[in-house]
């Protein structure tokens, strides 16, 4: 900071000298001003990597492991959405699961899109549902009972056919007995319990609110459009909602981070060179870096991350330097040695941040790629094209 801070107070004008004077060539400008038309233009294209697993290593044997795994179960979990339905005991849970559940199944028909949730409600079924099956059975044993004891007894057709006398006596027992109401200790006592367990988080993690998960295709349009009609406590989480919502707040800090980075730099160099027309000067290698990567970003398919978005400012702020010093140059103010000293310094820079482009990281690649890409345009713009521009008034 205090090395920036000397450099910027050499900078600014003596008292009583007089400012840069320095006067845009109007063919350089146009052409200019064109290319950063187009670059824009090509920046409309820009895609936003929002899967924060996209910046880490991923290893090969997990990648195929996964491969294996969607490929056996017919889907990948990473695409699939997550419903949680919390209540105030878990009946609550399981009945508001049933109504949710009930309204993705109507909205899916609807558009004729698969429905396959992986839930744990036909194993244990929401309060209501559980009673109108045990109506369902007690009906059942009313009309049938009589006829099953009969066939299957000691006495029956079972026996005429070979079967031990005892072979149904479990079965006649259940006849007799009232249905008890279904539990998650009764699947824990079936050999269930892993099961579930997947759909049942511990009630550590909710305390005081069971919830309930279920497993569905993620439509994260249609559920933007479902959430507020799913009863109190259902919460739909989508991936693919998440990453498009991450992708436009990373969009957003791109423009914002860049546009508040070139507005500081401006009036930084404009306090120092107090000409528009040489202001305008200095920002061409700056703004050739930012158009070179809108349009390197625009046109091909890497997309930009969050790492991409940081080094904008540092792209900035590095390409500013070399047009404020050729700026001096364009004015006699500095050594003519100035071409070559940018030169060797944007050559240097280009090395040690290009090196990163070889990385196996993601992050890593992405950081040296931006800088590499904004850089290797704004250098040349600051050695050729603001000297073709500039014109010295005497």
């Known amino acids: 900071a205090l090395i920036r801070c000397a450099l910027c107070a050499s900078l600014c004008p003596e008292p009583g000298r007089a400012p840069l004077r320095l006067a845009l060539r109007p063919l350089p400008c146009l052409l200019f001003a064109a290319a950063l038309a187009l670059c824009l233009l090509a920046g409309r294209n820009l895609r936003l990597e929002a899967d924060m697993r996209a ?21 990948d979990l990473r ?26 199944r109507a909205a899916y028909a609807e558009r004729k899109l ?44 079972a026996a005429a056919l070979g079967f031990s006398p005892t072979a149904f006596a479990p079965f006649l ?37 069971p919830s309930v998960l279920a497993f569905l295709p993620d439509r994260p349009e249609l559920f933007a459009r479902l959430q507020p009609e799913l009863p109190s406590g259902s919460l739909l989480f989508s991936p693919d909602g998440v990453r498009e919502r ?35 000067l200095a920002l061409i290698p700056s703004l050739a870096g930012s158009g070179a990567l809108l349009l390197i ?61 070889l990385a196996d990281h993601p992050a890593l690649h992405s950081l040296g790629l931006t800088v590499a890409a904004g850089m290797g345009a704004a250098l040349p713009a600051a050695l050729w094209l603001l000297p073709w521009a500039a014109r010295r008034e005497e």
């Open 55 to 75: 910046l880490g290593v991923r290893d090969p044997a997990l990648a195929r492991a996964e491969e294996q795994l969607a490929a056996r179960w017919g889907k």
């Open 79 to 104: 695409q699939t959405a997550m419903l949680v339905n919390s209540g105030p005991t878990l009946p609550d849970a399981l009945t508001a699961q049933d109504a949710a559940l009930r309204a993705l």
């Open 114 to 157: 698969p429905d396959r949730p992986s839930t744990l409600l036909p194993l244990l079924p929401a309060p209501q549902e559980q009673a109108e099956n045990r109506a369902h059975w007690d009906a059942f044993v009313a009309a049938s009972g009589p006829a099953l004891r009969a066939a299957l007894g000691p006495d029956g057709a």
């Open 173 to 209: 027992a259940r006849l007799d007995a009232p249905p008890k109401p279904l539990d998650p200790a009764a699947l824990d006592r079936a050999g269930l319990g892993l099961f579930r367990a997947m759909f049942l988080p511990p009630q550590d993690l909710t305390p005081g609110a």
């Open 246 to 280: 991450i992708s436009q707040a990373v969009r957003g800090d791109f423009l914002r981070m860049g546009l508040a980075a070139l507005v500081a730099v401006t009036l930084c160099i404009f306090a120092a060179q107090r000409s528009a027309a040489s202001t305008f």
């Open 297 to 357: 970003f625009g046109l091909r398919e890497t997309p930009l991350n969050l790492f991409s978005v940081a080094a904008l400012p540092l792209v900035i702020g590095l390409s500013a330097q070399y047009g404020i010093f050729m700026t001096r140059h364009a004015a006699r103010r500095i050594a003519p040695s100035t071409p070559r000293a940018i030169l060797l310094s944007g050559l240097t820079t280009l090395t040690g941040f290009g090196s990163l482009i």
